[in-house]
């Protein structure tokens, strides 16, 4: 049971760990999240996408789901995408290309990038290759 709660709510023991390691403080300025296809978030941004581009754009659902192209969101701008190798059958996440706009092309950018692709590496449980080179992405 949740403690200092009005309503019960109940949780799985295994849980507790990764629940008390999650921080209370506020998200720090420049916050980088990875968008999947399906992420309300990007769902909710398609319309400022088609401000931003133009035209009427979409990230492309893919069917096998063995290719994906997550949009990188960093702060509240959609900031470039990734190519990323997702197998199920594959101990690896592999991340092939990054895209990012030039406003957007600095190291720090990258490296939030890379350690956000980490945290979901492991939240998928595979191990994650890095293919594109910091340096050259720039």
């Known amino acids: 049971m949740v403690e200092g709660r009005a309503h019960t709510q109940w949780l799985?023991?295994?849980?507790?760990?990764?629940?008390?390691?999650?921080?209370?403080?506020?998200?720090?300025p420049g916050l980088v999240r990875i968008?999947?296809?399906?992420?309300?978030l990007l769902l909710g941004y398609y319309k400022r996408l088609e401000r931003t581009f133009g035209f009427r754009w979409r990230y492309p659902q893919l069917?096998?789901?063995?290719?994906?192209?997550?949009?990188?969101?960093?702060?509240?701008?959609i900031i470039g995408e990734l190519t990323l190798q997702l197998y199920s059958s594959s101990?690896?996440?592999?991340?092939e290309k990054l895209v990012i706009r030039k406003e957007f092309a600095e190291e720090s950018v990258v490296e939030k990038v890379i350690k956000e692709l980490e945290r979901i590496s492991i939240f998928a449980g595979k191990e994650l290759d890095v293919r594109f080179n910091l340096r050259s992405e720039l």
């Open 35 to 40: 968008l999947f296809n399906d992420d309300v």
């Open 91 to 95: 101990p690896k996440m592999i991340a």
């Open 63 to 77: 069917s096998k789901g063995e290719y994906l192209r997550p949009a990188i969101l960093f702060s509240n701008e």
């Open 12 to 28: 799985l023991s295994e849980d507790l760990e990764s629940l008390s390691s999650i921080e209370t403080s506020p998200e720090e």
